[in-house]
């Protein structure tokens, strides 16, 4: 026994050195973020800003691997089955949470958990705003509800895919104001906006920064936000609350990691992506888009997901099974 006891010590002892090795080493080769979704939508276009910033303070390179499909779920149960080194991450969204939640609520086996990974940091949280063609009809809320409730079932628009973020914003607008509606999915946020400029959906639910060229080229109008108060940068579109439609949504972007990724090798990472939030080829790329950093470091963004586990829990609980 006390043999025994000697060698898992002694094997104990070894792995301990053999991490703080690799810590004090990382990263030695680049390091892949996956992204999963197609490129264009908000994951994409924050996560290849943040990754010069990174590269900057790493040393290497950030390569984005963008693996779309399923509302996310391709991606992301990819990350949580990656080998734990600090070699993989992932820009993810809400999606991270509703997609394990909807799989519950639908009697399915969820590819992935949150608890299979780590939050490194949140970089953005933008509310959802609801986006037509400004050839369109409909000028406001109002417009869009009536010709829906007038049609039922023959509205469409698009999102990130069944459960996926755009998809529950989408939702919660049609439960709240009784709405039966087509969901066309996809698996990305620019092929999601560009189904709308093409005319091959009514509608799509997105956030202001991920169409901003699109409103003011004029291509397209906001008819309401999913959010408290107005959103900054469109002060002129009402939020739903103001119209009388309870519900509010927001896409947040965050990096995480396969859950038992060493600490010393999350916290090198913390540092890069700390740096990365405020290098300016982020922070420019940020302003562009009109999409305010609202940065969180691990321990923040650990709690912040918690609660809005809760919240996210609770709306997709009362809205039930929804295709």
Partial sequence: MKLLRWIQTSLSLLALAGATVHAQTFPERPITMIVPFTPGGVSDITARPLA?????????????????????????SATAKARPDGYTLMM???????????????????????????PIARLTADPTVLAVRAESKWNTLADFIRDAKAQPGKLTYSSSGIYGTTHVAMEILANA????????????GGQQIQALLAGQVDATMQTPGAIAAHIASGKLRLLTAMSRDRV??????PTARELGYDGEFYLWTGVFAPVATPDAVVNRL???????????????????????????????????????????????TKMGKIE
């Fill in 52 to 76: 010069i910033g990174m590269a900057n303070n790493l040393g290497h390179n950030i390569v984005i691997d963008n693996r779309g499909g399923a509302g996310g779920a391709i991606g992301m």
């Fill in 92 to 118: 993810a969204l809400p999606s991270i949470i509703t997609i394990p939640i909807s799989d519950r609520i639908s009697g399915r086996a969820s590819s992935f958990q949150m608890d299979q990974f780590k």
């Fill in 270 to 316: 913390r540092a890069a992506v700390k740096e990365g939030s405020v290098h300016p080829a982020f922070t420019q790329a940020m302003a562009t888009q009109r999409t305010p950093v609202q940065y969180l470091d691990s321990d923040d963004f650990a709690r912040f997901l918690q609660a809005d586990t809760r919240r996210l829990d609770a709306v997709l």
């Fill in 177 to 188: 104001a009784g709405l039966q509606m087509i969901h066309v999915p996809f698996s990305g």
């Fill in 232 to 237: 900054p940068s469109q002060p002129d579109v």
